[in-house]
């Protein structure tokens, strides 16, 4: 009897694990190792002749870019990091379901569309698809894909803070693109602390063949506050 049990307990044990590194693996993969296209995307935006201006494009943007709609865990863009060579799905929300997905991009009275000049905020695993985030440094470009419209950002400042600091997601005035994790990365179970990567809007390529730059903290953005489509968590949490 103290056999059967003990074998049965094995098995459990087994089925357990094996399921955890199943969910383990299938999150892992959610990110695409594409260090070629990632690094052509960089290429690309550098070699290019950029000829239209904030006031000609960019205040534009909010006006033409219409309201997304969209269902808690769709699909709706792509994250593109070449300094990692990583490209990363990204998903409407913050649950742990969406989270499990990929990446997923806050919803929240404090936070907006990349198109709303706003502050844009994504969480992800640091297990899974954000592992690695820390080697990004002060500098390093970031592709944040929506609609047929690419936003670059330009890292500013790394930093971590307590899981229960309120003041990263927040309205900010200027475009602003903002990544969270759990840290410390190698903990085993549920990490204390978060770490935070801020980066500012520096260009746009709408795909009709032109480009704007950016002014960063230009007096002409102003956040639009997006509202109704904030339900599923209470306003300014971030929990991954």
């Known amino acids: 009897m103290v056999k059967k049990l003990s074998i049965l307990f094995i098995l459990a044990g087994m ?17 695409t190792f594409q260090p070629e296209k990632a690094q052509a995307i960089s ?17 534009q943007t909010s006006d033409v870019t219409p309201q ?5 865990g769709e699909k709706i863009g792509e994250l593109t990091i070449p300094q990692l060579g990583y490209l990363y799905p990204i998903y409407w929300g913050t649950d742990e379901q969406t989270l499990k997905q990929g990446v997923g991009m806050y919803d929240t009275d404090f936070t907006t569309l990349p198109s709303q000049t706003g502050h844009t905020a ?6 899974t698809v954000f592992d690695g985030l820390d080697q990004l440094k002060k500098g390093d470009r970031l592709y944040l894909t929506l609609d047929d419209t690419t936003y670059e950002y330009q890292i500013r400042k790394t930093w971590i803070t307590d899981e229960h600091d309120r003041s990263v997601i927040v309205e900010k005035n200027s ?16 990490a204390p ?6 980066a500012s809007l520096i260009q746009i390529d709408n795909r009709s063949g032109s480009l704007s ?5 230009s007096p002409h953005f102003k956040a639009t506050k997006k509202r109704e489509l904030s339900d599923q968590f209470p306003s300014n949490s971030y929990r991954i």
């Not at 290429?43 to 205040?59: A, F, G, K, L």
């Not at 759990?182 to 903990?187: A, E, G, L, Q, T």
């Not at 602390?193 to 801020?198: A, G, K, S, V």
Request: glycine share 6%.
């Open 15 to 31: 089925i357990v694990t094996g399921w955890s590194g199943y969910e383990w693996w299938t999150q892992k993969s959610a990110a």
């Open 43 to 59: 290429r690309d935006w550098e070699e290019t002749d950029y000829q239209q201006t904030v006031n000609q494009e960019v205040v």
């Open 68 to 72: 997304m709609k969209v269902k808690t």
């Open 122 to 127: 994504l969480a992800g695993h640091r297990d």
């Open 175 to 190: 475009p602003t693109l903002t990544l969270t994790t759990c840290y410390p990365f190698d903990y085993l179970g549920s």
């Open 193 to 198: 602390d978060r770490y935070i990567i801020q």
């Open 213 to 217: 730059r950016v002014t960063p903290f």
